[in-house]
């Protein structure tokens, strides 16, 4: 599976952005899509997943009513609409993907990870 993430830039606060993620293959439509980021001297943190019918969404507490996720399966693209931007969502944000649901997205373990994109929000 490949993944390549997209659509981030230098945002000044209060703006938004839309993320685009597009995977190869053939497990996109059975599988559940994560976002997450990485802000420099931080962790990887799981932003938002859905599941593979797009019907269920889930999101960090940071980010909830600000954030919202959602895929074109005839796309195999998941997008990450990001709204009301603050300079702290500053990170590189990435996709991955699991097939067995949206709970097996709170990890970081996976065993590749595609090319993110880096979200800068100026203050």
């Known amino acids: 599976v490949q993944l390549q993430a997209s659509g981030g830039g230098l945002v000044q606060a209060g703006g938004s952005l839309r993320l685009a993620c597009s995977v190869s293959?053939?497990?996109?439509?059975?599988?559940?899509m994560g976002w997450y980021r990485q802000a420099p001297g931080k962790e990887r943190e799981l932003v938002a997943g859905i599941n593979s019918s797009g019907v269920r969404k889930n999101y960090a507490e940071s980010v909830k009513g600000r954030f919202i996720v959602s895929r074109d399966n005839a796309k195999n693209t998941v997008y990450l609409q990001m709204n009301s931007l603050k300079p702290e969502d500053t990170a590189v944000y990435y996709c991955?993907?699991?097939?067995?649901?949206?709970?097996?997205?709170?990890?970081?373990?996976?065993?590749?990870w595609g090319q993110g994109t880096l979200v800068t929000v100026s203050s």
């Open positions: 991955n993907t699991d097939v067995r649901g949206i709970p097996w997205l709170s990890r970081t373990d996976f065993a590749s």
């Open positions: 293959g053939n497990i996109f439509r059975s599988s559940a």
